[in-house]
């Protein structure tokens, strides 16, 4: 069992940046690969970045290269998501997700999920 929360969201400006951070509770959470997803109000849940239990790969969405890096610290449990240059359209509630084996895009692959932490992007 893994458990997962996030934090780090909050309202910023367009143009601006935020870090979240995904802490992670259980039992060997760095034989874990780590998605982040993001779900806005009335849309599908969307891939966001996803990275491997090592941390040496890793794997964007199109419209997030770029703009946001995955990484993670295994020693702290801990899976980031830095987000620069952000957009009105990056408004949403972010998750991050886990899954013990090859990481992948599709959220339907991923067994553990944190609350989510909602991030809003003002023009």
């Known amino acids: 069992q893994v458990q997962l929360v996030e934090s780090g969201g909050g309202l910023v400006q367009a143009g601006g940046s935020l870090r979240l951070s995904c802490a992670a509770s259980?039992?060997?959470?760095?034989?874990?690969?780590v998605g982040w997803f993001r779900q806005a109000p009335g849309k599908e849940r969307e891939f966001v970045a996803a990275?491997?239990?090592?941390?040496?790969?890793?794997v964007y969405a199109d419209s997030m290269k770029g703009r946001f890096t995955i990484s993670r610290d295994n020693a702290k449990n801990t899976v980031y998501l830095q987000m620069n240059s952000l957009k009105p359209e990056d408004t949403a509630v972010y998750y991050c997700a886990a899954v013990r084996r090859s990481y992948g895009t599709n959220w339907r692959e991923y067994d553990y999920w944190g609350q989510g932490t909602q991030v809003t992007v003002s023009s």
């Open positions: 259980g039992r060997a959470f760095s034989s874990y690969a």
């Open positions: 990275i491997s239990w090592s941390g040496v790969s890793t």
